[in-house]
């Protein structure tokens, strides 16, 4: 097994240099790891040994992710795991994961078990449900003789991914840019036979990032939300999703209506369902990549100025 590391940063790099470091000391080698900066220029993050890829505009999640994940297979790499930079590793987790890959060739993709903090369970994986919709484990799958709870899906935080899953069904749908694109992935691995399931004992920490970017969250969300519904559901998927927008919708305008909300929240409402009412149209009008540039809490999805997709 020859293992490949993609590490996406953002920002000025800087949460990357402590997984990097839990990455060495866990036995992984500079070479064996590539940085994507996204929205860096040549003037981006570096790490001694390690290699980096300054795009020079903020990609996404996917084509960021996909960009260092094709780096590796160029090199070679037999199974490539994906890191967003705020993950942080437990004791020996690659090892157990790199263990649970060996012996279990028919699972394309494996996952730690995530966690917020420690006592805090945050995924064990994900199950899609009728029409499409989709949620987080929060209790362990029961793990077969491999050390392995099967599941539908996993959280894109930190993936192991095996090459020749990648090879028969492509790699991250782009043109989501952040969201959804974990479980697409799983989707199409399972319709070609692969197998996911996350690791027991092999655990991550990550603390949501929906505070970061609320308005790109729910805007996404929503729209690549509707085209995984449609991929999985068809028309009823779809029909189901915009059902449930319906009633978000309902609970926000009761939330931004109310009198004795505080201003906060009333405007917290007011932009979260007018970011979900652009997530709806523009997955009715087909309208893929970043968020639209004016919408409200873009946070850290927000390119410098010029340098928008």
């Given at each position: 097994?020859?293992?490949?590391?993609?590490?996406?940063?953002?920002?000025?790099?800087?949460?990357?240099?402590?997984?990097?470091?839990?990455?060495?000391?866990?036995?992984?080698?500079g070479?064996?790891?590539?940085?994507?900066?996204?929205?860096a220029?040549?003037?981006?993050?570096?790490?001694?040994?390690?290699?980096?890829?300054?795009?020079?505009?903020?990609?996404?999640?996917s084509?960021?992710?996909?960009v260092?994940i094709t780096?590796l297979?160029?090199?070679?790499a037999?199974?490539v795991?994906?890191?967003?930079?705020?993950?942080?590793l437990?004791?020996?987790?690659i090892?157990r994961?790199e263990?649970?890959a060996?012996?279990?060739?028919t699972?394309?993709?494996l996952a730690?078990?995530?966690?917020?903090r420690?006592?805090?369970?945050?995924?064990?994986?994900?199950?899609?449900?009728?029409?499409?919709r989709v949620?987080?484990?929060k209790?362990?799958?029961?793990?077969?003789?491999?050390?392995?709870g099967?599941?539908?899906w996993?959280?894109?935080?930190?993936?192991l991914l095996?090459?020749?899953m990648?090879e028969?069904i492509?790699l991250f749908?782009?043109r989501?840019?952040i969201?959804?694109?974990?479980?697409?992935?799983?989707?199409?691995?399972?319709?070609w036979?692969?197998r996911?399931?996350?690791?027991?004992?092999?655990?991550?920490?990550?603390?949501?990032?929906?505070?970061?970017?609320?308005?790109?969250?729910?805007y996404?969300m929503?729209?690549n939300?509707l085209d995984?519904?449609?991929?999985?559901?068809?028309?009823?998927?779809v029909a189901?999703?915009?059902?449930g927008q319906a009633?978000?919708?309902?609970?926000?305008?009761r939330?931004?209506?109310?009198s004795g909300?505080p201003p906060?929240?009333?405007?917290?409402?007011?932009?979260e369902?007018?970011?979900?009412?652009w997530g709806?149209?523009?997955?009715?009008?087909?309208?893929?990549?970043?968020?639209?540039?004016?919408?409200?809490?873009?946070?850290?999805?927000?390119?410098?100025?010029?340098?928008?997709?």
């Amino acid at each position: 097994m020859k293992l490949g590391v993609v590490v996406l940063t953002h920002g000025n790099g800087g949460p990357s240099a402590e997984l990097v470091a839990q990455l060495a000391a866990q036995g992984v080698t500079g070479d064996a790891v590539v940085l994507v900066h996204n929205g860096a220029t040549v003037n981006g993050c570096v790490h001694d040994g390690v290699h980096a890829i300054h795009p020079g505009r903020n990609l996404g999640y996917s084509a960021g992710m996909n960009v260092g994940i094709t780096h590796l297979l160029d090199h070679d790499a037999s199974h490539v795991l994906v890191l967003t930079h705020d993950v942080r590793l437990a004791a020996d987790t690659i090892s157990r994961l790199e263990t649970a890959a060996a012996g279990a060739p028919t699972f394309g993709i494996l996952a730690p078990e995530l966690y917020h903090r420690p006592g805090e369970p945050f995924s064990y994986g994900g199950v899609v449900e009728p029409g499409g919709r989709v949620r987080h484990l929060k209790r362990p799958a029961v793990a077969g003789t491999s050390g392995i709870g099967e599941c539908d899906w996993a959280d894109g935080a930190a993936l192991l991914l095996n090459r020749r899953m990648l090879e028969q069904i492509g790699l991250f749908e782009e043109r989501f840019f952040i969201y959804c694109e974990d479980s697409d992935l799983a989707l199409r691995g399972t319709q070609w036979g692969w197998r996911v399931g996350t690791v027991r004992d092999a655990v991550a920490f990550q603390a949501p990032g929906k505070r970061q970017r609320p308005g790109a969250y729910a805007y996404l969300m929503t729209r690549n939300g509707l085209d995984y519904r449609r991929r999985v559901g068809g028309v009823r998927g779809v029909a189901a999703g915009i059902y449930g927008q319906a009633r978000v919708f309902m609970r926000l305008a009761r939330v931004s209506a109310r009198s004795g909300a505080p201003p906060e929240a009333r405007r917290s409402a007011r932009d979260e369902a007018r970011a979900r009412a652009w997530g709806v149209a523009d997955f009715l009008r087909g309208r893929w990549g970043p968020p639209p540039p004016h919408l409200p809490g873009l946070g850290d999805v927000e390119d410098p100025p010029g340098k928008r997709s």
